[in-house]
């Protein structure tokens, strides 16, 4: 929807106007001559085409350099109409800081070109070829659409052929999951085609103000609107829309994607656009022509603050031209995965997240969080990972990829993070001699004993393996004045055998200790731990000095046995502070 208003007041640059006319006029006085290539008229009306159709007016009070370069008669010496062209357009392109103002030298061209035949003087036939020329479509693999378009049509045009673009084109794409508009090649196009398009994409309940353009030429303001009516339907709102810019696209294009992504419907992949104009002409001042934008967009989503002409579109998704299809095709199948993940997700935290007591919360969290601008599955896992913390408090609630060839026993864990199969105790006396060399690390300088182990057995292992780690590695220990315990690299596993180690450092009393209580999310079940009573070898005891070694490294059943032995007296935590995780049973 279009609306214009005739801008009448006097603008704030409308005495530049006479400035300039009796400046150029003065300064040319002294330039007239037979013998120069230079002719005064020539910068005079190349002022006046400016002033009348620049789209930027009060930026012409800039024009320094033109008129430094005037007084010098640096140009006097100029011969060559193309090198004069070329000099000209670096002055105004530097004194307006605008590369889109070009002067070029065409002394064949007996006029500016011609615009496009009007609508009116083309027959039926003429005006689908010219719409088929420019707009093909296609549904491509998992039912998405796509839709190239290389010139914008006029309003006029969509009104006259709008039952072929509904029952050829467009309701062949109403059906699709998602939508792929393809701009990259797209440098033509009029204004009022931007409201058509916006609007199919738009959800109809509300009418919204998309941008105003100022014409210089007519001095007139438009602004442009969502239509209340569409021709067919509109796109459905909860399908996702991805737009393609390459640096070819220019102008109409430009304006499109720009909007689309102020108004967070679409995300823009591929290169930044070229940073055209709306409309861009060129006009003829003798056997010269000077290409200026007539028309500027004045950013209504952005506050005023447009930036696209002149810098063109800045896309979410930065990509070389050629790869943006694919990786528009890679953040639409991610996002249609969403909801399968999110249910995935939901019932993981239900069945399996120990704090119980925050699952509602976590649960509303996603169900209010807002994917729209995930466009990868690094992006996807940081947003997640990010909100569950700050709403659990808990760093340990992680979200992680499954990467090719990993499996999972249920959607809580990755496999690389599932406790490891208790190893087989091989039968032979020698092989289970090597086994406990291999696991522990004895040291006895200076009768201080150190011991190193960076992984947990299950109990039943640790049974299995008694007689061989009591004579092997605890006897030698028995006599120490300190123990150094090296948890550094211990990165956990069952911790069934923690209540094992831990009852080799309580004192010399008989009564078992209260150790610790858990609780296993997936059973259902509470279980209290208390130290053994009855132990095979002697404990270590807790009146000499034992010491903890631990990392950013030791994890669940070591971690556990390092805050245990903390907290209950027995030993003295070294080193930097080990990370909290999850520890199992």
Known sequence: MVKEDLCRSQPSWFPMKREWTLLLSTLLCGLSGP???????????????LLDNYCFPENLMGMEAIKQAIKSGEILG??????????????????????????????????????????????????????QKGIHHDVLESNMGYLWVDDIPSQEMVSKLGDFLVANIWRKLLGTSALVLDLQHCTGGHVSGIPCVISCLHPGNTILHVDTIYDRPSNTTTEIWTLPQVLGERYSADKDVVVLTSGHTRGVAEDIAYILKQMHRATVVGERTMGGALDLQKLRIGHFFLTVPVSTSLGTLAGGSQIWEGSGVLPCVGTPAEQALEKALAILTLRRALPEVMQHLQEALQDYYTLVDCVPALLHHLASMDFTMVVSEEDLIMKLNAGLQAVSEDPRLLVQPIRPKETSSGPEARADDLPEVAPAVPED???????????????????????????????????ALSPYILHQVWEPLQDTEHLNLDLRQNTGGPSSAVPLLLSYFQGSEASPVHLFTSYNRRTNVTQEYFSCTELLGQRYGSHRGVYLLTSHRTATAAEELAFLMQSLGWATLVNATAPRREWSF
């Open 35 to 49: 013998t120069h290539l230079f002719q005064p008229s020539l910068v005079l009306d190349m002022a006046k085409v």
């Open 429 to 463: 006396e020698v092989a289970r001699q090597a086994l406990v060399d291999s696991v522990f690390q004895v040291v006895l300088p200076a009768n201080v004993g150190y011991l190193r182990f960076d992984r947990f057995a299950d109990a039943s292992v640790l049974g």
């Open 78 to 131: 100029i011969s060559d109409p193309q090198t004069l062209a070329r000099v000209l357009t670096v002055w105004v392109q530097s004194s307006l800081n605008d590369p889109r103002l070009v002067i070029s030298y065409e002394p064949s061209a007996l006029t500016a070109p011609q615009k496009i035949t009007a609508l009116t003087n083309l027959t039926q036939e003429e005006l689908l070829a010219q719409l």
